[in-house]
Structure formats: C-alpha cells, structure tokens
C-alpha cells in the first residue's frame, strides 16, 4: 500500500496570508478612528468655537495682575518730582507680574479742583508690548487715585 501525503505548505501559505491580512485589516480600522474627525469633504457641522471657549473679543479684563501693574504705574507718576524730571522718562517695575515699562509725558494740572497728573506709558508683559494713557488725581483725603488707564 502507498501512503501519498499531501504537502502542508500550501495551506501554511494561506494561513499566513489571512493571518497578514487580518492584522492589516484590524490596523487600518484603527487608524480610521483617528482620522474620522478629519472632515475631509466639508460635511460635519460648523462650530463656532468663540463660544466654545468662553471669550468675548473686545473686552478689557481687570485682572489681578492688570491691576496690580495700574497701582505701580500710578506710584511711579505721582511719585516723580516734575520740577527736577523736566521732559525725562520714568521707569516702572513690577515684580509681581514681572511687566515693566517708561511713564513719559507726565503733565500735571488742574482738573474741577483736583490736581491731576496726564501721563503716557508702555507697558512690557508676556501679553507683548503695549501703549496706554492714562490719568492719576490727588483726592481729598490725600490719596492719588488713577482715573484713567486706557490701552492705546
């Protein structure tokens, strides 16, 4: 009796065939899933994302670090002795917020009674560079209080 064997090498060649596509397969609905967000032809819904994060553009926030740098600037222009200045700058620190910058054009007069003091300055901070105008008025009680602070 002749026992004829069939060779395996066939079916090893299309095991690992289905095995190489099976596993390309499974990567590429993978990678599908990444790229689905990807909106490749226009069709997903528009998003307006200025409300997506909260910001209204235009407006002026006083934070802590604004203000803190408005108190510093005031010190530096109710501080300087105009008589000895003449037409020379000042320069502001703030070591709290790390902004600094050069009061110039510091002129001081008389505003319904009150001795005020109209100024101009940069303003240095990680937000860039900046111009703002701004006015300081001596109150009754003493105190310089800033009246005006506005970005150029």
């Known amino acids: 009796m ?10 090893k060649r299309s095991l690992a065939l289905s095995k190489r596509f099976t596993a390309i397969l499974l990567i590429g609905l993978s990678l599908a899933g990444c790229t ?3 909106d490749l032809f226009g069709s997903a819904e528009k998003i307006d994302r200025t409300i997506a994060t909260g910001t209204v553009p ?22 300087a ?10 320069p502001w620190a703030n070591t709290a917020t790390g902004s600094a910058g050069v009061v110039s ?3 001081e007069a008389r505003n319904e ?12 901070s990680y937000e860039g ?4 105008s701004g006015q300081a008025c001596l109150t009754g009680s003493g105190d310089w209080m800033l009246t005006a602070f506005d970005r150029q």
Do not use: P, Y
Not at 2 to 11: C, L, N
Not at 81 to 90: F, P, Q, R
């Open 129 to 132: 560079v900046a111009m703002f």
């Open 36 to 38: 689905s967000s990807l």
């Open 2 to 11: 002749v026992v004829i064997s069939k060779s395996k090498s066939r079916t």
């Open 81 to 90: 002795d105009l008589a000895k200045l003449g037409e020379a700058s000042v």
């Open 58 to 79: 235009g407006t002026a926030q006083h934070t802590g670090a604004a203000l803190s740098d408005e108190a510093t600037v005031r010190n530096a222009v109710t501080s």
């Open 113 to 124: 009674g009150h001795i005020c003091r109209d100024f101009m300055t940069t303003r240095h």
């Open 105 to 107: 054009q510091i002129r």
